[in-house]
């Protein structure tokens, strides 16, 4: 059973970093495609960035060059390094996995984190 937990969310102002960790166990695949999402209030949920297992990084127009999603694959941790927060960035985190190359191509994962709260105030 994949198991994925987020942490490192949190209230920061405008213009601020927050570094996002997902912790993955249980996990028997041969290779890895992970993702962060976010869901705001009101809206759907959306990619933020996704890594496959070479370290092939995407990212939504909104966050490039501002976060940078990255993993150590001994510590199975997937990361997500915002700077630069806008107050439209606040929403809960997700971060996901799926050994199948067709879940990080079309951004259709099965397996889910329970989320972290990021909120960044003006």
């Known amino acids: 059973q994949v198991q994925l937990v987020e942490s490192g969310g949190g209230s920061v102002q405008a213009g601020g970093s927050l570094r996002l960790s997902c912790a993955a166990s249980g996990s028997t695949w041969r290779r890895t495609y992970m993702a962060w999402f976010r869901q705001a209030p009101g809206k759907e949920r959306e990619g933020v960035a996704s890594?496959?297992?070479?370290?092939?990084?995407n990212y939504a127009d909104p966050v490039k060059g501002r976060f940078t999603i990255s993993q150590d694959n001994a510590e199975n941790t997937l990361y997500l390094q915002m700077n630069s927060l806008k107050p439209e960035d606040t929403a809960m985190y997700y971060c996901?996995?799926?050994?199948?190359?067709?879940?990080?191509?079309?951004?259709?994962?099965?397996?889910w984190g329970q989320g972290t709260q990021v909120t960044v105030s003006s």
């Open positions: 890594i496959d297992y070479r370290s092939i990084t």
């Open positions: 996901a996995a799926d050994p199948s190359r067709y879940a990080w191509e079309r951004g259709d994962y099965n397996y």
